[in-house]
């Protein structure tokens, strides 16, 4: 008798996911190195470079022809939109934008690219963006990437031969815990530096966006907001009280009762926008 022996059956071999090849591009360092650090912890995904400008974009995806580009809205000399006007539609990578302003995210990006992340933006909030590029450079969805670069380039082209729209912001957008917070520039009361980033001031709350001030100085509108100290940027209908000490001196003290400093070269122009001929004698006005 031919003995017999239990088979036991395999379990069903899972394809390994295909590798997607990633550049980032940013021009702020730090902000490179997060997402380098994010990218390092996926399997199917591998780094082919990561650069600091938009021409060093376009060089590097005609190099490496990368899958996938996290890319950067607000740099110099060559903004993240002009790197896609000059990309190849039927040749060109899937394209997750990294902004901080809520303009280019949620009126412009949302529709056109693939996804955008807005900073500051935390660890699920990268995964959902890469679980999104996963699917659409899966051979289902492949097919339409050619399709969504047409239109992106299509709704920029549009929007260049259409009036342009406001210099100032109205409004700025606050990633918290995944969730996306519209907050209009009028409720600021002001905004104060934290390194290379500022919190708003909202009522009783502070909310950090990833922005430096000097480019939210010249983003806000000048009418409403008065940058009062390198430190300081405050709306002008929050000032109660102008105060000059006798040593020199200056601050302003909010409807809030916040005092905040007043640079010297400030002070002056600061009582002109408030409509006052002179604020430089000593004492509280």
Excluded: C
Aim: a neutral charge; proline letters at 7%.
């Amino acid at each position: 008798m031919i003995p017999m022996h239990e088979v036991t059956p395999s379990a069903p071999h899972t394809p390994p996911r295909p590798t997607i090849r990633v550049l980032v591009v940013d021009d702020e360092p730090g902000a490179r190195r997060r997402v380098e650090r994010l990218i390092k912890r996926e399997a199917d995904v591998i780094l082919v470079d990561s650069v600091g400008t938009g021409r060093e974009a376009l060089a590097a995806i005609a190099e490496h022809t990368p899958d996938l580009v996290f890319l950067d809205v607000q740099m110099p000399m060559m903004t993240g939109i002009e790197v896609v006007r000059n990309l190849p539609a039927d040749r060109a990578p899937a394209i997750i934008f990294v902004t901080a302003f809520d303009q280019y995210a949620v009126k412009a990006f949302e529709l056109a690219a693939l996804d955008y992340l807005l900073k500051p933006f935390d660890d699920e909030r990268f995964e959902q963006a890469l679980a999104r590029a996963r699917k659409a450079l899966s051979g289902s969805e492949e097919g339409r990437l050619a399709e969504k670069l047409a239109a992106m380039l299509q709704a920029f082209e549009g929007a260049a031969r259409r009036p342009a729209p406001p210099r100032y912001m109205e409004r700025i957008a606050v990633e918290l815990r995944g969730q996306l917070r519209i907050v209009p520039v009028e409720q600021i009361d002001y905004i104060n530096a934290s390194g290379n980033y500022a919190y708003l001031n909202v009522g009783e709350e502070k909310l950090l966006v990833r922005e430096q001030m000097q480019v939210l100085e010249e983003r806000l509108p000048p009418d409403i907001f008065f940058r009062i100290h390198r430190s300081s940027i405050v709306r002008l209908n929050e000032i109660e009280r102008l105060i000059s000490n006798p040593g020199g001196d200056y601050a302003v003290r909010l409807r809030s009762g916040m005092l905040l400093k007043v640079s010297r070269n400030r002070w002056g122009e600061l009582g002109l926008r408030l409509g006052i001929q002179s604020a430089a004698g000593d004492g509280a006005v």
